[in-house]
């Protein structure tokens, strides 16, 4: 079934009369394997296992799976916090292992699931010290230089995006989880990057907010052209905003395509291990997942 | 091309408006300025001088209390005596210019470089643990410091004056050895619980600590009874040689670790968010190790063990003037040697003539500010 899939993935790509070329590929993630504990002799405990795909350049791709199927390790991978076993991960082209830090916060912004902070910086400094990479105070590089006026813009700029921009003054630890996740990605916002990855990023917002994010991850595809990677437990969020999405199911891709192709009740029933029901969204006509309720499983 | 974008645009979609760059980056700095929501040059230089001021008048006024109180004037023409020529005549002849040079000056001075030093190390170890509670004392890294240079003492090395250097030294490796087990004990899949901390500075304490009372149980009774003194924290510095060498390693060490106040900001998010962030985190975890730990060594080899200044100080400096570490570090240097140079000063006057350690006074005042922390607003810390 995974060797169908992948099949699936590469014919539409060639159906489309591209050439496999470096610029049209943010990322080529070329047979993966990664665990945490890379000592381990046995096999059995592979977080990702064979797992390769492109995403290309301007598309918003979300990751989807059930807990475990190591949705957060692949993009922890992406954004080079962990360093895979096997396999190889090109950026733009460029094999990722071999960027510094500092070129890697300029093409990739990340934004994790964990965004607890305990130092009372406020919203102003925090969306900031996005800019560290992006600045150019060599001699006290990291010390002592102060921000200028493009730094400033930029980061009034990406709090403006997720409209943050009344909170500048307010500490970070004093926020509500909505308001804090905003602020990470007013971060990760502010360091231009050319890649966003994003890690469940409408976790602890409630339904206006989760709304604003999404239309605020479509913008930033249409209008700065930035490739979004997403990892997401909401299937129906991924499918109204996503433009492909990637199934992981135990560490193997499961599925990559279209809202259509992979939001459909045969593959999720597979993956999920339970009933699940899909009809249309009233208003955007794409795939829509209801999880069974109590009569209706009572009536058939 | 036909993808599916358009179909996927939401449906109540207005385009949010981005007003141009340069003219957002002028007012949002001026709004920004104005309510204090980021740390300005301005701000820097008004905050730094205010308390520079602040802490010259309280080591003034610290420098007339003690044994004797000695007049302000009196105390400020034996101090413009000393740097005229025949200083040390005229110091000779007057009581209370001989207590002034020889004992109080150089007691405050070093209160001053120790407290700011113990401040400076607490602000490193928080970002560096993440925690806005760590201090060198709690967790061990001082006892590692103060083994350090038992040893040397035990050994007779640095006893002599051309040593000198020697017993910072042992300080130093004593303090890093004892960080960096700290470090491994409490840390466990990539972060470092307070509670962990803790728990490994608790068992660290009680071994170094034991370790320590062995080497003065088995010292000669006239020599152990000097390292006791100096184990319970005390200011007293034989020499301005000393000082000025003690100095040296705070200056450095200090403005060593200013040079990373940036970078030390982006580590309060965690290692993965500051690696993402530019930060080379690897690299900089080890030289924060190390300048903490030649710090704390300097400081313990010449005040011994003086806790919670390292842990008190940062927090009410963060608390007045905000969190950034290009402010907060000479800010609390600053408040670590006023705060130092106070507590110093009720030691010395409290019973006197008789003197009581200082270490027992920042311990009971840092003390329950910890506890109050560690139980009424865990949420923030845990």
Redo the contacts between chains.
Sequence with gaps: MIGSDRRQISSESSADGVAHGASRFAYEIESVRFRYHAGSSDGADWVLDDVGFQVKVGEVLGIVGPNGSGKTSLIKILASILSLQQGTVRLFGDDLTALMPQDMARLIAHVPQDTHQSFPFTVAETVLMGRFAQRRDTLWSGGFGWEDEADIAAAAQAMATVNIAHLAKRLVPDLSGGERQRTVIARALAQSPMVLLLDEPTAFLDLQHQIDICRVIRQLKEERGLTIVLVSHDLNLVSQYCDRILLLDRGRVARLGSPDEVIEPGTLEAVYRCRVLVDRHPDTGLPRVTVPGRALSGRT | ?A???S?????D?S??V?PP??K???E??Q??KN???????QRWIAIIGSLLVVSLAVCLLCLQFGATKIDLGIALSALSGWSGSGALDRAGTDTSAVIMLHIRLPRVLTGFLVGGSLAVVGVAL?ALL???LADPYVLGVSSGAALGVSLAMLFGIGTTLAFLPALPLFGFVGGLLSLGAMYRLARSRGRLPIQSMLLAGVILNAMLTALIMFITSIMDPNRSAGLIAWLMGSLMVSSYGILSMFALYVVGGASLL??????M??L???E??A???????ER?KKQLFFLAALLTGAVVSVSGMIGFVGMVVPHAV??LV???H?VLLPASMLAGGMFLVAADTIARTILAPSEIPVGIVTALTGGPMFLYLLLWRKD??V
Aim: no cysteine; net charge positive; aromatic share 6%.
């Design positions: 091309m993808t599916p974008t179909q996927l645009a939401p449906v979609s385009p949010i981005s760059l340069t957002v980056g002028r949002q700095l709004q920004w309510s204090g929501a980021i740390l300005t040059f928080q993440r925690n806005p200013l040079q990373k106040a940036q970078i900001n982006i309060t998010f965690g993965e968010t690696r993402s962030l530019g930060v080379e985190t900089v963060r608390m905000g969190s950034d290009r923030q810390f």
